[in-house]
């Protein structure tokens, strides 16, 4: 049986709800809806943290990413951690480890050839995509955005450095350019091509008329008019003392919206080139997002409603992610699953997918999603969360678990836990934890078990922290 090629799209800080098959009424994402229709779209699934390299760090190794040792975003020059507040975050590693055998490297044994697209941000010199297997790098490196150039040339990222391009060529036109290049001009293995577009991470920036399309769309049904902001007092820690969050209630914002319709359309592109190639048939797809959509800080550039919060936070609308796969011969066009899975099983899935044997020591944390794309079901437990640090938009540290509809949440400074029910509430405004004590404390003995197993860092007090730096009523979004 001949081996299909694989793409993986990875979408950077794309919510939930940014695409209009999964209810976004404002965003225009017709080569995403194509995909979806052609495929499997997931209700729920999760990025294994609520930020970016950690996920990454997951799908490249198919183990959670406390295991692994990356923990947080990868901050190269270690200018913005540990960072302080009643706790002290933990150390993490900055790079993800040459030890770990990368999906690329076991499908490069397995006889694929492998591309790199993209943003990277799992390590710099000697930990880069070429140093996990990948035979062709293109735009990988330490930067966990497109850096002070932005997404318009002349670029300031390194890996980027040597490309000649016309002054204000489009990053996300530019990645993929080479895409497409790699398609026409490949040779008769099969290939695994690794697409981490950078967008639409910040900074937000978008073609000019794409920008003025969606301030006329917006005026014309009177999101203008509308504040789309609320804000609230809270203390993150001693870095950002007294700062104020703002959190979106409403897609709305131009500028966020074109910046989509461009990397729609480049997936489009993507997928318009595979039919051109006669390989749209022998080719899988994957698409989803490293963590939530950016909701409370940094501009708030969308809203990930019905869920809770966004990127940084450990609620739903900080992890739960579009997941769309489409696996010619195997799923059925247009279904729909609403089994919870995670970025560790993209690893074994894959494995499957190309007819490779399993490498249950690798991918330890994962399961392959294969009988649910074949109609079926899987069996397992719960899956996990930690997150041990304080997040740039406002989240604190902690640790979560999901098993059935039940999603447990531990705050790390305070020791409180919150319970929730995602079937009948998908937004987490009903916290459970004292009606249910018995589901409360079942899910708290799994998650404390799993914490062990996996040799999980736990925050430390701040010894210099004093009391009037408590933040007052948004600990967590409700001030608990």
């Known amino acids: 049986m001949k081996k299909p090629n694989i793409i993986f799209i990875l979408l950077d800080d794309y919510g939930w709800a940014d695409a209009a098959c999964y209810g976004s009424a404002f965003y225009e994402t017709p080569n995403v809806d194509r995909l979806c229709a052609e495929g499997v779209r997931f209700t729920d699934a999760y990025a294994s943290c609520p930020v970016c390299s950690p996920t990454r760090a997951s799908v490249m190794s198919g183990k959670y990413p406390a295991r692994v040792g990356v923990t947080n975003f990868i901050d190269w020059g270690g200018k913005n951690h540990p960072n302080r507040g009643k706790l002290i975050d933990v150390p993490y590693l900055k790079y993800l480890p040459r030890e770990e055998r990368a999906i690329a490297r076991a499908l490069e044994e397995g006889g694929y050839a492998t591309w790199h697209v993209g943003k990277w941000h799992l390590g710099g010199p000697g930990f880069y995509p070429q140093d996990h297997g990948f035979e062709v790098n293109v735009g990988g490196c330490e930067l966990g955005s497109p850096g002070r150039g932005g997404y318009f040339s002349p670029w300031t990222i390194p890996a980027l450095a040597d490309v000649e391009v016309p002054d204000g060529t489009y990053l996300t036109d530019y990645l993929t350019d080479q895409v497409v290049d790699l398609i026409e001009n490949r040779d008769d293995r099969p290939f695994f091509l690794n697409l981490w577009y950078y967008t639409v991470h910040t900074p937000i920036q978008a073609k000019q008329e794409k920008i003025e399309k969606y301030e006329a769309k917006a005026k014309a049904l009177g999101l ?257």
């Not at 020791?415 to 009948?424: F, K, M, N, P, Q």
């Open 224 to 480: 203008d008019q509308i504040d789309p902001f609320e804000a609230g007092d809270f203390f993150p820690g001693e870095h950002k003392k007294g700062q104020r969050i703002t959190r979106r209630k409403v897609q709305s914002d131009p500028v966020y919206a074109a910046m989509i319709e461009s990397m729609d359309e480049n997936v489009g592109r993507v997928l318009d080139a595979l039919d051109k190639a006669g390989i749209a048939d022998e080719t899988a797809i994957f698409l989803t997002s490293d963590n939530g959509g950016l909701a409370t800080s940094e501009g708030s550039p969308t809203c990930n409603a019905p869920l809770s919060e966004g990127k940084g936070w450990m609620y739903e609308g900080g992890t739960r992610e579009p997941l769309i796969v489409k696996w010619p011969g195997v799923t059925r066009a247009g279904t729909v699953c609403d089994t919870p899975v995670t970025s560790t099983d993209f690893y074994p899935t894959m494995l499957e997918m190309a007819g490779l044997d399993p490498i249950p020591e690798q991918h330890c944390d994962g399961i392959s999603l294969a009988p649910l794309l074949k109609g079926g079901n899987l069996a397992r437990d719960a899956i996990y969360w930690h997150f041990p640090h304080y997040g740039n938009q406002g989240g604190t540290p902690g640790s979560s678990v999901r098993a059935g509809d039940y999603k447990l949440i531990e705050f790390f400074e305070s020791g409180h836990v919150e319970l929730y029910d995602l079937r009948s509430d998908i937004g987490e405004e009903n916290d459970l934890s004292d009606q249910l004590p018995e589901v409360r404390d079942g899910l708290r003995g799994l998650l404390k078990t799993w914490q062990t197993e996996i040799e999980a860092k736990i925050p430390r007090e701040n010894p210099e922290f004093e009391p009037w730096q408590e933040r007052p009523v948004w600990e967590t979004r409700r001030g608990k």
